[in-house]
């Protein structure tokens, strides 16, 4: 996977193998993934991609309280409003 951080110009290439622990069902996975999930799924709807299926935001906002975690700023929770926001206007 590549990345660049916010105002950096030149991108980092990240690799890791994947392993037995990354097959794992989605509720076995760890608040941080199941986090990265949720939001790359709601990122997808609002995109309308059909690759998501009939994977809805409810399912979002399940998936992202489940996943909230240790939450020390506050981000993940304004997540979680900003799909209920979504979802109220839906």
Known sequence: M?????????????????????????????????????????????????????YSLGDVLQLTRGAVGKDQNGHRVRFVELVEQAMALN
Do not use: C, H, I, Y
């Not at 989605?26 to 709807?45: E, G, M, N, Y």
């Open 2 to 54: 590549r990345w660049k951080a916010p105002g950096e110009t030149a991108s980092r290439l990240m690799e890791r193998p994947v392993t037995a622990a990354d097959k794992a069902p989605l509720a076995q996975q760890s608040d941080d993934t199941r986090f990265a999930v949720a939001v790359a799924s709601f990122a997808q709807l609002l995109q309308n991609n059909p690759a998501v299926g009939d």
